[in-house]
């Protein structure tokens, strides 16, 4: 059966990455989590002095995108791909609230975009991909066979970003979580370079009141229709 290209776009801390990441295990696919590559940028910039509270030395960044290099590589204990930001593994350092809080303000920039897009294009080439963003539907594979929009309330997804938070040991605050995710949808949805918004041919899933193997289950349809006959 040919390989096809999944796009998973939709708000953040919706679950995205966990039904992407559970599918690309279950039908062999490479997953890619775009948000992760946005974040690795934001980290690259905190690491070296290139944001000040919301501002961003984007002259400087501009001048050093070169010297940013993002892979992925397998992790066989989890079984799933972790971030490498100049060959370091960065998985849990760009997960952290500092790094949440900024990465809105980096994706946002088009020189950024650009050379993010540019990266998913050709990690994507081959098909057989499911990326996970949010204008992956819109302009990275506006071709993709198959389309999602993921969404769920701003309450449930702060109560899943806190339990995500707690569980791995960190502090966290669940009033700062929500105005995190809401400020996040706020400029992801409103910023003038590839706004978070849904494609017209992609299937929106409400998973608000939906459990992991039940979301797991509808994905696994959604695929099979799509690659039957
Ligand atoms: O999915 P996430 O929360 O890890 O994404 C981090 C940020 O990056 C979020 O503010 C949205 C942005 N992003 C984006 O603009 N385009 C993508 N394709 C993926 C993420």
Redesign the pocket.
């Known amino acids: 059966m040919n390989k096809i290209t999944i796009a998973i776009?939709g708000h953040?801390?919706c679950g995205?990455?966990t039904m992407a990441k559970d599918l690309a295990k279950e039908i062999g696919y490479v997953y890619i989590?775009?948000?992760?590559?946005?974040?690795a940028v934001?980290l690259f910039c905190l690491q070296n002095g290139l944001i000040k509270d919301e501002v961003i030395n984007t002259e400087e960044l501009k001048k050093r995108m070169n010297d940013i290099s993002i892979t992925f590589q397998l992790n066989p204990a989890t079984g799933r791909p972790d971030t490498y930001l100049n060959g370091i593994c960065v998985e849990n350092k760009?997960?952290t609230l500092e790094?949440?809080g900024k990465?809105?303000y980096?994706?946002?920039l088009d020189f950024v975009?650009e050379a993010?897009?540019d990266l998913?294009r050709l990690m994507g080439e081959a098909k057989g991909v499911i990326?996970?963003?949010?204008?992956?539907g819109t302009?990275?594979f506006p071709n993709a066979e198959l389309k999602i929009f993921v969404t769920a309330s701003d309450e449930i997804r702060a109560q899943r970003r806190y339990d995500e938070l707690i569980a791995k040991g960190e502090k966290c605050n669940m009033e700062e979580i929500l105005t995190n995710i809401r400020e996040?949808d706020r400029?992801?949805s409103t910023?003038a370079v590839?706004p978070?918004r849904k494609a017209e041919d992609a299937i929106v899933l409400d998973n608000s009141h939906m459990t992991i193997p039940e979301q797991k289950e509808w994905l696994l349809a959604q695929f099979q229709r799509v690659t039957a006959g």
């Open positions: 776009d953040s801390s995205k990455s989590d775009t948000g992760a590559m946005y974040r934001t760009i997960r790094v949440s990465v809105s980096v994706a946002a975009r993010m897009v998913q990326m996970d963003g949010r204008d992956i302009v990275v996040r400029i992801d910023r590839s978070l």
